[in-house]
């Protein structure tokens, strides 16, 4: 079973400061994974995708890393805003023997504070 | 494309109440996912529909629980006999093409059942 993690759970950090938020998964198999953003009471924005044959993509100040070997993903954020403050989630989509799978299995987040 | 959308946004029910939710995805995405989503943990599998076809269900999906989406467009979410534990934010996702693209969600139902 396809187990992803994504720790701390929590983190706080000063306006301006570079960070990384981590994901690792225990099944290498995946088709692709999915980094998405929520603010409190709301749905998931997505923000990027990386297919499991890329390294990495990048989207403004947002760059997501993969390595599938090692089962982790990193989602670095340049420049942090207190606008970026928000629960930042990944999500894997496994590889079947018939293909891609249909669901996305999620980790908890990591709920991200930007004080200015 | 004004992206998927879903309704109603806020329930509060009694429980051994039946709830209904409405998802409406982005136009022409034939594929369409529901999860459910308790405070602190990330979204959960419930059910996939490709079209009108639901070809997916995860044991989380009881007996009580019923998804439809007939002709392909919008798709609806029923409880039968809520239980405090069905609350919860159910998020619904859309997405194009293969299996493998992206998913758009919904802002989500979020359920009360007291």
């Known amino acids: 079973k396809q187990e992803v993690t994504q720790i701390p759970a929590a983190l706080s950090v000063p306006e301006g400061e570079n960070l990384v938020l981590n994901c690792s998964f225990t099944?290498?198999?995946?088709?692709?994974l999915q980094w998405f953003r929520q603010d409190p009471g709301k749905g998931l924005t997505s923000l990027l995708l990386i297919q499991s044959s890329q390294r990495e993509q990048t989207s403004g100040r947002l760059n997501a890393s993969l390595d599938k070997s090692s089962g982790r993903s990193t989602l670095y954020i340049a420049a942090s805003q207190p606008g970026d403050s928000a629960t930042y989630l990944c999500a894997v989509r496994l590889l079947l023997k018939t293909g891609a799978n249909s669901k996305l299995t999620f980790g908890k987040g990591i709920t991200l504070s930007v004080r200015p | 494309d004004t992206g998927v959308s879903q309704d109603p946004r806020h329930k509060i029910t009694k429980r051994g109440q039946n709830v209904t939710f409405r998802c409406d995805p982005i136009s022409e995405h034939n594929r369409l996912y529901w999860y459910r989503q308790t405070l602190g943990q990330g979204p959960e599998f419930l059910t996939y529909?490709?079209?009108?076809?639901?070809?997916?269900k995860s044991r989380l999906l009881s007996d009580r629980f019923s998804a439809e989406r007939p002709k392909g467009s919008f798709s609806t979410l029923e409880i039968q006999r809520t239980e405090q534990g069905d609350s919860a934010m159910y998020l619904c996702a859309s997405s194009s093409g293969g299996l493998a693209t992206e998913q758009y969600f919904g802002p989500g139902t979020r359920l009360t059942v007291t």
């Open positions: 529909f490709q079209n009108e076809a639901q070809l997916e």
């Open positions: 099944d290498s198999a995946i088709y692709n």
